[in-house]
């Protein structure tokens, strides 16, 4: 899913890295810069090969998507909310803690994402806006002590999305 929305990166550094088997230093091969420039062209065309512009984001992002998908971005904005990166030094083991935290908010705010986008209400360039969004409530939550879905629940969400191989 998240493939599809970094297409242009591969594009440009097929544009920018050296072919296989060519010296360090040499400019990448006519070939290999014509399909570049023939992915970023096909992936910002339409079927008639007018360029189109992506959608714009939704008016109301709390509103759109499945249950599954939101409670995935409640949850990803409640641990990055009770895990913001410190103003001093930490520990070691509190600093990997934290970056544990921090690590599994940031995986279920992008599979809340990619459901979204799988479900056809989204784009991938809503992700900031829809992500502001939900972290933004989850932070006034838990400031007020009264977030929809426990903090444990939401570790545990994120302990069994499957690791990216």
Same mark, same amino acid.
């Given at each position: 899913?998240?493939?599809?929305?970094?297409?242009?990166?591969?594009?440009?550094?097929?544009?920018?890295?050296?072919?296989?088997?060519? @010296?360090?230093?040499? @400019?990448?091969?006519?070939?290999?810069?014509?399909?570049?420039?023939?992915? =970023?062209?096909?992936?910002?065309?339409?079927?008639?090969?007018?360029?189109?512009?992506?959608?714009?984001?939704?008016?109301?992002?709390?509103?759109?998507?499945?249950?599954?998908?939101?409670?995935?971005?409640?949850?990803?904005?409640?641990?990055?909310?009770?895990?913001?990166?410190?103003?001093?030094?930490?520990?070691?083991?509190?600093?990997?803690?934290?970056?544990?935290?921090?690590?599994?908010? =940031?995986?279920?705010?992008?599979?809340?994402?990619?459901?979204?986008?799988?479900?056809? =209400?989204?784009?991938?360039?809503?992700?900031?806006?829809?992500?502001?969004?939900?972290?933004?409530?989850?932070?006034?939550?838990?400031?007020?002590?009264?977030?929809?879905?426990?903090?444990?629940?939401?570790?545990?969400?994120?302990?069994?999305?499957?690791?990216?191989?």
């Amino acid at each position: 899913m998240l493939a599809r929305g970094y297409v242009w990166i591969a594009a440009l550094l097929a544009l920018n890295l050296n072919a296989c088997g060519e @010296p360090a230093g040499a @400019p990448p091969s006519p070939e290999a810069s014509a399909e570049a420039a023939s992915i =970023v062209s096909a992936s910002s065309e339409n079927k008639e090969g007018a360029r189109q512009s992506p959608p714009p984001p939704p008016s109301d992002p709390l509103s759109i998507g499945s249950q599954s998908a939101k409670d995935d971005l409640y949850c990803g904005g409640l641990i990055l909310a009770a895990y913001p990166v410190p103003t001093s030094a930490m520990s070691p083991t509190d600093e990997a803690r934290l970056i544990k935290n921090q690590n599994l908010g =940031v995986s279920l705010a992008d599979t809340g994402i990619d459901k979204l986008i799988a479900e056809g =209400v989204a784009h991938a360039t809503h992700a900031g806006v829809i992500s502001e969004a939900y972290t933004t409530v989850a932070a006034a939550d838990l400031e007020a002590g009264v977030s929809r879905i426990s903090m444990d629940d939401c570790i545990r969400r994120g302990e069994a999305i499957p690791p990216i191989e």
